[in-house]
């Protein structure tokens, strides 16, 4: 079964960067990875997804030009690299593994246990 482990994350200050990855069991090649967050009091919401290729992304709007998902294959990792963090990011950020992308958390079958990402002056 596809396992998935995110890092990276850590406490920042706003304006700050940080660079989560997703490490993955096994080949990720088939799989597109959507990346979650989960505020303290508040409903998992998708940030953003890149597709099997790496040909496609989308982003949440309110992260669009902050944002920037990547991935290496060879490597079984994703990326996703946030500058310009503001407090209203910080919550728990989990990637996610489907065939294809989609908005809804529950098209995704695999999961990694999180990171926290916390932003704070």
């Known amino acids: 079964q596809l396992q998935l482990v995110e890092s990276g994350g850590g406490l920042v200050h706003p304006g700050g960067a940080l660079t989560l990855s997703c490490a993955a069991s096994?080949?990720?090649?088939?799989?597109?990875i959507g990346w979650f967050r989960q505020a303290p009091g508040k409903e998992r919401e998708g940030v953003s997804c890149i597709s099997s290729s790496g040909t496609y992304t989308n982003y949440l709007d309110s992260v669009k030009g902050r944002f920037t998902g990547s991935r290496d294959n060879a490597k079984n990792t994703v990326y996703l690299q946030i500058n310009s963090l503001k407090p209203e990011d910080t919550a728990v950020y989990y990637c996610?593994?489907?065939?294809?992308?989609?908005?809804?958390?529950?098209?995704?079958?695999?999961w990694g246990q999180g990171t926290q990402v916390t932003v704070s002056s």
């Open positions: 096994e080949f990720l090649d088939f799989y597109s």
């Open positions: 996610a593994a489907a065939f294809w992308c989609s908005d809804a958390d529950t098209s995704y079958d695999y």
